[in-house]
């Protein structure tokens, strides 16, 4: 007897429980979202931020500051070119006349082999007008000496970078290295080599004016060590 009423008591308070979980509860359950295949989360879709219906075209600003304005052909007029600032940098006519089988030829990939010698296509030129740097030479800047010789060169080399050099040379290609004038584009060779100190000039060439430059200015072999 004792038994059979502590069941029925046990089974009225769980009953009593049951009731009031679900009395008291109020949040509903929250469904984890299925997963896809590879256990990424779906990704929701983003609702447009505005009606593209009510969307206005923008609105030009300065129209006429950022835009070029217009120009009749006929209003251009053409300006006469800047003359050169220097007289160093340019093509300068030869005094002496050159063979007249001579004829200019574009040479290229030029390989410096001193500073004012080049080999190309076969050929060995001198850069006519002016006097190199020998390999060997040292040269000395307040009482500090460095190999000029090799520097020259390497300066040569560094300025040509491989491109083409247009120099008068004969039809036939020498055995033997001639002196030739060359240009790279429309500056000449030797005044380069002369004005910056890397060659000297001939004493009846026509750069007596540029080796005066580059010493004024200690260039080259005419100042410190580089």
């Not at 003359?83 to 390989?111: F, H």
């Not at 910056?196 to 080259?220: C, D, V």
Request: charged share 20%; net charge positive; glycine share 8%.
């Amino acid at each position: 007897m004792a038994i059979a009423l502590g069941s029925l008591l046990l089974l009225a308070g769980v009953l009593l429980i049951i009731q009031a979980r679900a009395l008291l509860s109020v949040d509903r359950p929250v469904l984890a979202p299925s997963k896809d295949v590879d256990g990424m989360q779906p990704i929701r879709p983003v609702a447009p931020v505005a009606d593209a219906q009510r969307r206005e075209p923008a609105r030009k600003v300065a129209q006429d500051l950022i835009a070029p304005p217009r120009l009749d052909p006929a209003e251009i007029e053409r300006a006469e070119p800047r003359p050169p600032l220097s007289e160093l940098g340019l093509a300068v006519p030869l005094k002496t006349p050159l063979p007249e089988d001579w004829r200019e030829v574009l040479l290229y990939r030029p390989v410096a082999t001193s500073s004012a010698m080049f080999e190309s296509m076969g050929r060995k030129v001198v850069i006519s007008g002016v006097q190199g740097i020998d390999l060997d030479r040292s040269c000395s800047f307040h009482e500090v000496s460095w190999p000029c010789g090799q520097r020259a060169r390497a300066a040569f080399n560094s300025w040509l970078r491989g491109r083409g050099l247009k120099c008068s040379v004969p039809p036939a290609v020498e055995r033997f290295a001639i002196a030739a004038p060359c240009s790279l584009g429309k500056q000449d060779v030797g005044a380069w080599l002369v004005s910056n100190g890397w060659a000297t000039a001939l004493p009846s060439g026509i750069y007596g004016k540029a080796e005066a430059t580059a010493r004024n200015a200690q260039m080259g072999i005419f100042g410190p060590a580089q």
